[in-house]
């Protein structure tokens, strides 16, 4: 199973290291956005600043539909599809492969739109280094990222291929997707205000348990994608 | 379309029918209970009305997600893989979505009268707000362009990892935000009179019996849409040769 896994996902990251699709247009498309929440909430008044855990979240979700609709283009075109099924492999590893290669692409975007959160919304210079210590925060920050990767790229994987050569699948995707992740984006972004204090009274704990909700939903939903992903191969 | 008016027509059996006529009447003494007969209560008044109605959609709604997904499980499940777990599912979930849809209605409405606004971002609302949504989406995925096992198993699939969201959701929300108010407010009122229990015994008795009734006749209606999905071509065909306008069965094979 791992092996297929490691297949699969190599597979899909050199394709990525090919075509540079998420490289070129993705993160663009993600900077783009955290441009326009600067213009949407006045960048003078600390708003972007207090709210920035919540709009790199929302960011990184944006962006992650995006990443699966293409991960999965991508086996559509030639028929992808066929070829998966025709390999022979593991179904479950085709799953793992998937959700691997997605969330080391999320992974990448969101260091990315961390450092353009830091730059453009001036949320690094907050002065939560004084009693905390900086890797105390950054342990919280990259378990919170970590894991709410995983459940993003688990639940992303699964309805990718859900979706995946429906003529509606753009507009099924995001409407599936979203609403499904929506522990994510509130464990994650609390998690995220814990850290870096934007909240009133957060205090560095606090964020831990956050984390425990989203191993939660991780684990759930990997267990899931390894059982149900056979049922939504086979068919044609 | 008119091809379905060859084989049964309409939902309805002797059964149902009765079925029918006994919910209307239980809708109506509801109605009387609830608007009439009951008392207005001391702190909410008249708003407490609502609740005969969002209480029970409540449980409804809640009763039909859980028969949902277990269609949905017995259908990915091979050895109980069967056509009717797939229409079940379906059924069941489309009437918890307007089940939900009643008790998000009716709880807004009490909330304008007793919170002052129609929306506030309490646990409760919230995560019924993202399960109506969840089930929205999962009803898209019904109504898919694709052959009918495709679209059963996907289904499926979604009805499961619908299911699975729901506690995960309500357990986000209700940290993020606080113990919901609302939730204990019969408990607050241990000496809420009797003819409010039995106004809110009859909401339940109502809902259970919309529920069955809607079930029945939903499902059957399913079934029909199957059938008809299945041969509306060879229907369609039959029609038009019906009209003269095409040969016989034998010329038209060319």
Not at chain 2, 6 to 11: A, I, K, L, M, Q
Not at chain 2, 92 to 98: D, F, R, S
Not at chain 2, 149 to 173: C, E, F, M, Q, T
């Given at each position: 199973m791992f092996r297929d896994a490691a297949l699969i996902a190599g597979k899909d990251l050199r394709i990525e290291f090919r075509s540079r699709v998420t490289v070129n247009q993705v993160v663009p498309f993600a900077l783009v956005v955290l441009v326009l929440f600067a213009f949407a909430l006045d960048p003078d008044r600390g708003t972007l600043r207090v709210a920035t855990p919540g709009l790199f979240w929302i960011a990184v979700l944006f962006t992650a539909v995006l990443a699966v609709q293409r991960s999965f283009n991508i086996e559509v075109a030639d028929a992808g599809r066929d070829g998966l099924r025709l390999s022979g492999l593991d179904p479950a590893g085709i799953f793992l492969g998937k959700a691997g290669a997605l969330a080391l692409q999320l992974l990448a975007l969101e260091a990315t739109l961390g450092v353009g959160v830091a730059i453009l919304y001036g949320t690094a210079s907050d002065p939560k280094a004084e009693t905390a210590g900086v890797f105390a925060v950054s342990a919280l920050l990259v378990s919170t990222a970590l894991l709410a990767t995983i459940g993003l790229a688990a639940t992303g994987a699964l309805y990718g291929a859900l979706a995946a050569g429906l003529r509606v699948r753009d507009t099924l995707l995001p409407l599936?997707?979203?609403?499904?992740?929506?522990?994510?984006?509130?464990?994650?972004?609390?998690?995220?205000?814990?850290?870096?204090r934007s909240g009133p009274g957060n205090q560095l704990h606090e964020g831990w348990p956050w984390v425990g909700l989203l191993a939660g939903f991780a684990g759930l939903y990997v267990a899931l994608g390894l059982l149900a992903f056979g049922a939504l191969l086979e068919e044609a | 379309m008119k091809p379905m008016a060859?084989?049964?027509?309409?939902?309805g059996t002797p059964a149902t029918r009765v079925l029918g006529v006994v919910t209307l009447a239980a809708i109506a003494v509801l109605g009387l209970f609830a608007l009439v007969l009951s008392p207005a209560d001391e702190l909410q008044g008249d708003s407490v009305r609502l609740l005969y109605v969002h209480v029970p959609?409540?449980?409804?709604?809640?009763?039909?997600?859980?028969?949902?997904?277990?269609?949905?499980?017995?259908?990915?499940?091979?050895?109980?893989?069967?056509?009717?777990?797939?229409?079940?599912?379906?059924?069941?979930?489309?009437?918890?979505?307007?089940?939900?849809?009643?008790?998000?209605?009716?709880?807004?409405?009490?909330?304008?009268?007793?919170?002052?606004?129609?929306?506030?971002?309490?646990?409760?609302?919230t995560s019924t707000a993202l399960l109506f949504v969840l089930y929205v989406g999962y009803l898209a995925v019904?109504?898919?362009?694709?052959?009918?096992?495709?679209?059963?198993?996907?289904?499926?699939?979604?009805?499961?990892?619908?299911?699975?969201?729901?506690?995960?959701?309500?357990?986000?929300?209700?940290?993020?935000?606080?113990?919901?108010?609302?939730?204990?407010?019969?408990?607050?009122?241990?000496?809420?009179?009797?003819?409010?229990?039995?106004?809110?015994?009859?909401?339940?008795?109502?809902?259970l019996l919309s529920f069955a009734w809607l079930l029945m006749h939903r499902y059957r209606l399913a079934v029909m849409e199957d059938a008809l999905e299945a041969q509306w071509l060879d229907l369609a065909i039959e029609d038009r040769q019906r009209e003269g306008t095409v040969p016989a069965a034998g010329a038209a094979a060319r």
């Open positions: 599936l997707f979203l609403p499904t992740v929506s522990p994510v984006m509130i464990g994650a972004t609390r998690a995220f205000e814990s850290a870096l | 060859r084989g049964r027509v309409g939902t959609a409540a449980s409804l709604a809640y009763l039909s997600f859980a028969m949902s997904a277990m269609a949905s499980a017995l259908y990915l499940w091979p050895r109980t893989r069967r056509p009717g777990w797939d229409r079940l599912a379906g059924v069941t979930a489309e009437i918890g979505v307007l089940f939900t849809g009643i008790v998000l209605i009716t709880g807004m409405l009490w909330g304008k009268v007793s919170w002052g606004a129609y929306w506030t971002w309490d646990a409760r609302l019904r109504r898919m362009p694709a052959a009918v096992d495709v679209r059963a198993k996907r289904s499926a699939v979604v009805g499961l990892v619908a299911i699975i969201d729901v506690p995960i959701v309500h357990w986000a929300v209700d940290w993020w935000q606080g113990q919901h108010p609302q939730s204990t407010i019969l408990h607050l009122h241990p000496k809420i009179s009797g003819l409010m229990a039995f106004s809110l015994f009859l909401g339940f008795v109502a809902g």
